[in-house]
């Protein structure tokens, strides 16, 4: 049994939660991850060592790369949301999954996109639409089993055994909802061959469609749910009460509402009429404070454990992610204003603001989730509790040799690319001088993803002896592994 | 956070244990989210209404201050094809400006590569002298022909085809005048050697 303490009563009695479901997800989240982050550190190395490309068609970085983004966003990422979300949803709701064959459907259906995505990719079969690359046949089954999992998630909310809907809750429905609505409205195509489709939308309006989706997969895949996760795990953590039910309401509001309207940041100093520019631009500001009231309610509820954040992987994670959360919401609004766009646009700064968000807010928080869960679910005591916070260090250091090699990159790329001699003529007329100029920056941000690589395999080997290892006794009080 | 309440809401018997607090929101969250919504409509006015702003009016401005900063690129040219001519010291720099920048496609010894050869008869874009300066400055972009105009100054364009132009005549014994040209197009040849105008 679970338990929780201070400023918190009981948690609600056993009422045969479908915890194996949570444990497939659980098991499929950790190999994707490794998958996901392995082929990251590969494509890594092949921009900074070409050689690595191997010459062969299959292997080269413009084939590898979308594999890469889809294995830690809808695998990697895919599977942890869903492993949080069948573990939590049946707690908060007091009542077992609607369908337990609803689950299996969707965790085999989701592992068989995942699978068809690693095998098309590296074949070269893509509608190249960034981060909806999947060929139409993929696109569909994404779409049944979307609706296995929103019907089962639903039919749960339906089923519930309690009046008041936890904010972990909206943020789960948001997710639900409004994935099914982006991935339909772009990926609508008319299929020519099994392998080939044309896009409903031409020019302009399928850029604005694809950023429209682009910018919310951001925004309602690696974001809303987490922030749900979030809601969930770090409370039971920390064993605190949250600090401010009326900002998880307001930030909640605020944030769905407005992020739905930035994608056009993505395409600034485009054919994209000056109006939607504006409009994308300005609803990116106005996303910093509904952005922070997440940050602001999950350090904030950590008051009065501050001194177990020190000790405490898990809390760690949590913090260090909830932070990271803090500092790319801000970075991202500030990127979406057009001079500094000018600037930063096509350049490795985007990459070094996508990875302080993925690897610092997502995998960081994910990390502190799975180290708790593995102990909670499978009742048994981390194999070896330093491990994690040498995980927790690696990753910590990954992530900043990783965000600012790539700010140094991209400021370079950015300013030499616009510099202008004292004729008037480009300062450095030769792309590829200053591609060839990158290359230390490259090496540096492989070492950092190598690191963060690292940890992660050390979390495998970890929950692995874990689950293997012995159960804990009852009595034992929960987690928090000593460091 | 002197106004926090860290009254309990009394929810965790309907949210698996987790309780919450009626805190307030912190007044600098509530000021800075009035801030990006009020800065927010205020930069719209200024950029559509008040300012005027778009990026076709800030291309112009940028393009019209360039043109009072530096001479017009157009005349620069006009003014150096004026300039256009084959002697040793222009065959000299022109080799120089070669060999930093046109050898990854056309090969150390104008042999070609990626780019075609120089050694031939053949030319794609024109085998004349004016021909060539424009194929330098303005580039064939759809094959990959960098415009060279933005990056080389018009005298090395000129230098550079004086090396090519006096390769290609000593490769395939090609006539120099038959390359400079006649007539309107012709351009002078200071070596007297190019006698007979060739149609």
């Known amino acids: ?483 | 956070m002197s106004k926090d309440t860290n009254r309990l809401l009394g929810h965790a018997d309907e949210a698996d244990g987790i309780d919450e607090y009626d805190n307030p929101l912190p007044d600098w969250w509530v000021g800075l989210f009035w801030f990006t919504v009020l800065w927010a409509v205020g930069y719209g006015l200024w950029y559509h209404v008040i300012g005027d702003r778009s990026q076709a009016r800030r291309l112009s401005e940028e393009m019209t201050a360039a043109e009072a900063r530096w001479p017009a690129q157009a005349e620069a040219l006009a003014a150096a094809a004026a300039d256009f001519a084959v002697t040793a010291e222009a065959v000299a720099a022109g080799e120089a400006v070669f060999q930093q920048n046109c050898v990854v496609c056309h090969g150390q010894n104008l042999e070609g590569g990626i780019g075609p050869t120089f050694l031939d008869d053949e030319w794609l874009h024109g085998g004349q002298a004016k021909d060539i300066l424009t194929t330098i400055t303005q580039g064939v972009p759809a094959k990959g022909m960098i415009p060279w105009g933005g990056i080389l100054s018009p005298e090395q364009i000129n230098q550079v085809a004086a090396y090519v132009i006096t390769k290609n005549s000593e490769a395939t014994g090609r006539p120099l005048g038959d390359i400079l040209g006649s007539g309107e197009d012709a351009v002078p040849d200071p070596s007297g050697s190019a006698g007979d105008p060739v149609g």
């Open chain 1, 1 to 483: 049994m679970e338990k929780t303490t201070t400023g918190t009563v009981a948690a609600g009695t056993d009422v045969g939660y479908d915890l194996d479901i949570v444990k497939m997800f659980f098991t499929a989240t950790v190999v994707w991850a490794l998958v996901g982050m392995l082929v990251g550190v590969i494509i890594a190395l092949q921009l900074a060592w070409w050689p690595a490309n191997l010459g062969l068609p299959w292997t080269t970085f413009g084939r590898l790369r979308p594999l890469h983004t889809n294995a830690v966003i809808f695998a990697f990422g895919g599977n942890v949301v869903f492993t949080g979300i069948y573990h939590s949803t049946q707690r908060l709701l007091r009542t077992r999954m609607f369908s337990d064959t609803l689950s299996r459907v969707h965790f085999w259906g989701w592992q068989s996109i995942i699978v068809l995505a690693a095998v098309t990719l590296p074949l070269g079969m893509t509608q190249s639409k960034e981060y909806a690359e999947l060929i139409w046949p993929i696109d569909v089954l994404i779409t049944v089993v979307w609706v296995v999992f929103g019907v089962n998630f639903f039919g749960t909310l339906a089923r519930r055994k309690v009046q008041h809907l936890y904010v972990a809750i909206w943020f789960y429905m948001s997710f639900v909802i409004t994935i099914a609505v982006l991935h339909i409205v772009n990926s609508l195509a008319v299929p020519a061959t099994w392998f080939r489709s044309y896009p409903v939308y031409s020019g302009l309006t399928d850029a604005l469609v694809q950023w429209w989706y682009g910018h919310n997969a951001v925004g309602f895949f690696l974001t809303t749910p987490f922030l749900g996760l979030m809601y969930y795990y770090l409370p039971r953590a920390a064993e605190r009460p949250v600090y401010s039910y009326r900002l998880s309401i307001i930030h909640f509001w605020a944030l769905v509402f407005l992020y739905i309207w930035a994608g056009p940041h993505h395409l600034l100093y485009s054919a994209l009429p000056d109006w939607a520019q504006t409009l994308g631009m300005v609803f990116s500001v106005m996303l910093i404070a509904p952005s922070w009231g997440g940050m602001l309610n999950g350090l904030l509820t950590l008051r009065g454990a501050w001194d177990r954040v020190r000790t405490d992987p898990i809390l760690k994670f949590m913090v260090v992610a909830v932070s990271f959360y803090g500092m790319s919401t801000f970075e991202g609004p500030m990127m979406s204003i057009r001079a500094v766009n000018g600037l930063a646009h096509y350049t490795n700064w985007v990459i070094g603001h996508v990875h302080s968000g993925a690897l610092g807010w997502v995998g960081m928080i994910s990390f502190g989730m799975l180290y708790w869960m593995v102990q909670n679910i499978w009742k048994r005591p981390l194999a070896h509790p330093t491990w994690a916070s040498h995980h927790f260090w690696l990753a910590t250091i990954g992530i900043v040799l990783y965000t600012v090699s790539m700010w140094a990159a991209g400021l370079m790329e950015g300013l030499q690319w616009r510099a202008l001699n004292d004729a008037g003529q480009l300062a450095n007329p030769i792309f590829v001088d200053i591609t060839a100029r990158l290359n230390p920056f490259l090496w540096i941000r492989l070492l950092g993803g190598a690191m963060y690589l690292t940890g992660a395999v050390m979390m495998a080997v970890n929950f692995w002896q874990t689950i293997r290892g012995p159960e804990r006794p009852a009595a034992e009080p929960v987690p928090v592994a000593a460091d």
